[in-house]
């Protein structure tokens, strides 16, 4: 859906109708696709040009798309690691897209519930020992409140060496029209994943213990509507489709050493 949505060839017909059901309730949808993605970009890019962070982390990385991860961070730095990970198999059949040539990178099958079994993986490309980038943008949604989402992301922050970054983004109902929450509501009931938007207090929750970054200039480190997060006009940013999303960026600082 979100390939279709943003002009991409990998999606289905069932997809299509889907996205056409949301759209007709609203006409903010394409905007609130691109707010995402270029908040994703925008992220992923301040973190290879501006902190030289160069091995990457995307959970929930979706079918190849426009602007995937590796053509954003290395074309800043063309060594710059990128692993994808993603739990839908196409992902894997679809890989000859994601992948670079010269391995850089790679695709994990997995489900990011189960962290262990992602972090094995992940190690055979991505080194611990040294600064990484997490992205985990429009993914955490599909993970019901009974997985505890937040432990989640606890876990796979923890595993990050001290200096790494976190990206993160997610839906919410928070302002939007009722119309829309009902016909996104009614499209995801019969999904393989129900959606669970969730409120800013809630999203703020998944950066505790981590340094929020300002999302612009003159602003106080916080989570916002991810159009926001790195807007050169932060006012024109504000548009109805970032009001879909939360988010923000913030530092791993490492977790302090128990006392002996």
Not at 12 to 27: F, G
Not at 67 to 75: C, I, K, M, Y
Not at 127 to 151: C, I, K, N
């Given at each position: ?17 889907a ?59 063309p060594?710059a ?30 489900d ?23 992205m ?11 997985s ?42 019969g999904?393989?994943?129900n ?55 913030a ?10």
């Amino acid at each position: 859906m979100y390939d279709y949505v943003l002009g991409g060839k990998h999606h289905l017909p069932v997809d299509r109708e889907a996205v056409d059901r949301i759209r007709a309730n609203t006409p903010d949808l394409e905007d609130a696709a691109w707010v995402n993605r270029g908040f994703h970009r925008r992220a992923a890019r301040w973190m290879a040009a501006d902190r030289g962070i160069r091995q990457f982390i995307d959970i929930g990385s979706g079918l190849p798309t426009e602007g995937n991860t590796h053509g954003v961070v290395q074309s800043i730095a063309p060594d710059a690691c990128v692993a994808y990970v993603d739990n839908d198999p196409m992902v894997s059949a679809y890989a000859g897209e994601l992948l670079a040539p010269d391995g850089t990178t790679i695709v994990v099958t997995a489900d990011l519930r189960e962290v262990d079994a992602v972090l094995e993986k992940l190690a055979t490309l991505i080194d611990f020992d040294r600064p990484a980038g997490l992205m985990m943008t429009a993914v955490l949604h599909f993970v019901e409140e009974e997985s505890d989402p937040w432990s989640l992301v606890a876990r796979y922050v923890d595993a990050l060496a001290p200096g790494s970054y976190v990206a993160l983004s997610h839906a919410t109902y928070d302002r939007l029209p009722t119309r829309l929450v009902q016909a996104a509501t009614e499209v995801y009931s019969g999904a393989t994943q129900n959606m669970h938007p969730r409120s800013r207090a809630e999203v703020e929750r998944f950066f505790t213990g981590l340094e929020l970054v300002p999302p612009y200039d003159g602003a106080e480190p916080r989570v916002v509507h991810v159009g926001l997060w790195g807007a050169e006009d932060p006012e024109m940013a504000d548009s109805d489709g970032s009001h879909w999303w939360y988010g923000g960026v913030a530092r791993w600082p490492g977790r302090e050493a128990e006392p002996a």
